[in-house]
């Protein structure tokens, strides 16, 4: 069901290699666009600001094994009058593993500790309910914060993410409990996979997820310089967890662009009815399909992608 071949498969595509400032291995472009690192110490994130105070706050979220480097094109594209918060997960895209560390025999959570994280940065920095754009893992971060801290966040942004990715391994009516077993052994298999096969699974899976070839080497890059137990760990906790439950305790303003999946049999209008399925118990989001575009819309359709965060933004 759904693309888990692909989906997975470029989920997993990490290897151990990491940069040592735990910057990332994109080149600094600080005095480029005037970013800067925030005031904040934390094990699981550090945050990459643009923008001066008193712009309007956005906080973006990339998924597993991306940088805060795939939300360039957003941010250029907003400009003055905003203040943008890149979150960097610590274990991806060159970033030191930190807190994030595997080092027991079994996987510990990745993505509910930097939910925590974010929301302790919101309270700490004054930020006065911020919206939230977060993609593919991103989003699964932000319906976490929404729900969890739902005083923290103003809107909502879900980009190309499901509440309970579960359901793509198991029949209709799956559990989080019922797919333990099997992600625990994708866990497992995974976690010690050899570099070589990371990459290979990688470069055959971002070709079924970014149509743009033009940017397929940047997403690469990222997942070659992530932490390989990390995103092994992080795509498990996404299999085992079932944010459906959750979703009444949002009260933000959100929106949930997503793609048809990348898979003939799944028409557009058989992926609109999963993602209505799986948020129906968020009264009042809004749905809006992407077409022409794979999972990495800012990179394929980024007008369409641009036009849509305007119009969430601006939207009383």
């Known amino acids: 069901m759904f693309r888990v071949l692909g989906f997975a498969a470029m989920l997993f595509a990490?290897?151990?290699?990491?940069?040592?400032?735990?910057?990332?291995?994109?080149?600094?472009?600080?005095?480029a666009h005037g970013h800067h690192h925030a005031d904040f110490t934390s094990d699981r994130i550090h945050v990459r600001v643009d923008?001066?105070?008193?712009?309007?706050?956005?906080?973006?979220?990339?998924?597993?094994?991306?940088?805060?480097?795939?939300?360039?094109?957003?941010?250029?594209?907003?400009?003055?009058?905003?203040?943008?918060?890149?979150?960097?997960?610590?274990?991806?895209?060159?970033?030191?593993?930190?807190?994030a560390a595997q080092t027991g025999a079994a996987p510990t959570p990745v993505a509910?500790?930097?939910?925590?994280?974010?929301?302790r940065y919101i309270a700490e920095q004054g930020l006065e309910k911020p919206a939230?754009?977060?993609?593919?893992?991103?989003?699964?971060?932000?319906?976490?914060?929404?729900?969890?801290?739902?005083?923290?966040?103003?809107?909502?942004?879900?980009?190309?993410?499901?509440?309970?990715?579960?359901?793509?391994?198991?029949?209709?009516?799956?559990?989080?409990?019922?797919?333990?077993?099997?992600?625990?052994?994708?866990?497992?298999?995974?976690?010690?996979?050899?570099?070589?096969?990371?990459?290979?699974?990688?470069?055959?899976?971002?070709?079924?997820m970014i149509n743009t070839e033009s940017r397929r080497e940047e997403a690469l890059e990222d997942m070659r310089t992530s932490d390989?137990?990390?995103?092994?760990?992080?795509?498990?906790?996404?299999?085992?967890t079932d944010l459906r439950p959750e979703l009444t305790k949002i009260t933000a303003p959100t929106e949930v662009l997503y793609v048809k999946f990348n898979d003939p049999r799944m028409t557009p209008q058989i992926t609109d009815a999963i993602y209505q399925m799986s948020y129906a118990g968020l009264p009042g989001v809004t749905l809006k399909r992407i077409d022409?575009?794979?999972?990495?819309?800012?990179?394929?359709?980024?007008?369409a992608f641009y036009g849509e965060l305007d119009a969430f933004l601006s939207a009383k």
Request: aromatic fraction near 6%; charge should be negative.
């Open 112 to 119: 509910a500790p930097v939910a925590e994280e974010i929301a």
């Open 292 to 303: 022409d575009s794979a999972h990495f819309i800012m990179f394929d359709q980024p007008q």
């Open 228 to 240: 390989q137990k990390v995103s092994a760990a992080a795509f498990r906790e996404l299999v085992t």
């Open 132 to 208: 939230v754009v977060g993609h593919s893992m991103g989003g699964t971060i932000g319906l976490m914060l929404a729900a969890r801290h739902p005083d923290s966040v103003g809107k909502l942004m879900v980009v190309d993410m499901v509440p309970f990715m579960g359901a793509m391994f198991g029949p209709p009516g799956t559990t989080a409990e019922a797919v333990a077993p099997v992600a625990d052994q994708i866990y497992a298999a995974q976690a010690n996979s050899p570099r070589e096969a990371y990459v290979a699974q990688a470069t055959t899976a971002i070709t079924g």
């Open 51 to 99: 923008g001066e105070a008193g712009g309007r706050d956005l906080i973006l979220i990339p998924g597993l094994s991306s940088s805060p480097e795939i939300w360039q094109g957003t941010v250029d594209h907003l400009g003055a009058g905003w203040r943008v918060h890149r979150i960097h997960v610590q274990g991806f895209a060159g970033a030191p593993a930190e807190g």
């Open 14 to 31: 990490a290897t151990t290699v990491q940069a040592q400032d735990g910057h990332g291995v994109h080149p600094d472009k600080g005095h």
